[in-house]
T-cell receptor
Framework: DQQVKQNSPSLSVQEGRISILNCDYT??????FLWYKKYPAEGPTFLIS?????DKNEDGRFTVFLNKSAKHLSLHIVPSQPGDSAVYFC??????????FGAGTRLTVKP | DAGVIQSPRHEVTEMGQEVTLRCKPI?????LFWYRQTMMRGLELLIY????????DSGMPEDRFSAKMPNASFSTLKIQPSEPRDSAVYFC??????????????FGPGTRLLVL
């Protein structure tokens, strides 16, 4: 049962433009959400998170938006850079604190 | 700190053989997680430990999979017997507790397993 879904397996954008990665979840008990970034042959690394008491969190070029009523969150990268090319995983946590991940979206930023 | 250490980095084995994956978490971290990454299902949580005690193993695919954490600095994930469908990248992650239960997880580099 995929409680966290990333319906776009891949995304390609031009350098300098905005990248928008989307994530949907089904479990209403989730109250903390994270994005991880993964380069080939490496483990995922934490990128940005958001608590359910917020609807936006910004860190430099990265902004995460949360729409609780729609059970949807998105990661915006502006401006996109070639070094941002990686697989991005959305993750969600509930009170039990184990983390559920989506299947990932492969972002390619073209120079 | 060296981060989460996993060994081996690559493993090729034949169907039916026993496979043991190893993980050393970051020193001081008290939670350890095993994940499996496949093209079809992305990152799946297999099992996690708190203070060396298994908390949730509902993600373990079947009885062929077992995990242990004999002490705070070492964990193993064993597959016996292995099957070709077990081929995947297996990640170990650890998490500390600094007063916030939402502290992020730190992943190891993964073990790429191929079962022929």
């Amino acid at each position: 049962d995929q409680q966290v879904k990333q319906n776009s397996p891949s995304l390609s954008v031009q350098e300098g433009r905005i990248s928008i990665l989307n994530c949907d979840y089904t479990n209403s008990m989730f109250d903390y959400f994270l994005w991880y970034k993964k380069y080939p042959a490496e483990g995922p690394t934490f990128l940005i998170s958001i608590s359910s008491i917020k609807d936006k969190n910004e860190d430099g070029r990265f902004t995460v938006f949360l729409n609780k009523s729609a059970k949807h969150l998105s990661l915006h990268i502006v401006p996109s850079q070639p070094g941002d090319s990686a697989v991005y995983f959305c993750a969600a946590m509930a009170n039990n604190n184990d983390m559920r991940f989506g299947a990932g979206t492969r972002l390619t930023v073209k120079p | 700190d060296a981060g989460v250490i996993q060994s081996p980095r690559h493993e090729v084995t034949e169907m039916g053989q026993e496979v043991t994956l190893r993980c050393k978490p970051i020193s001081g971290h008290n939670s350890l997680f095993w994940y499996r990454q496949t093209m079809m299902r992305g990152l799946e949580l297999l099992i996690y430990f708190n203070n060396n005690v298994p908390i949730d193993d509902s993600g373990m695919p079947e009885d062929r999979f077992s995990a242990k954490m004999p002490n705070a600095s070492f964990s193993t994930l064993k597959i016996q017997p292995s099957e070709p469908r077990d081929s995947a990248v297996y990640f170990c992650a650890s998490r500390g507790t600094s007063g916030s239960l939402r502290e992020t997880q730190y992943f190891g580099p993964g073990t790429r397993l191929l079962v022929l």
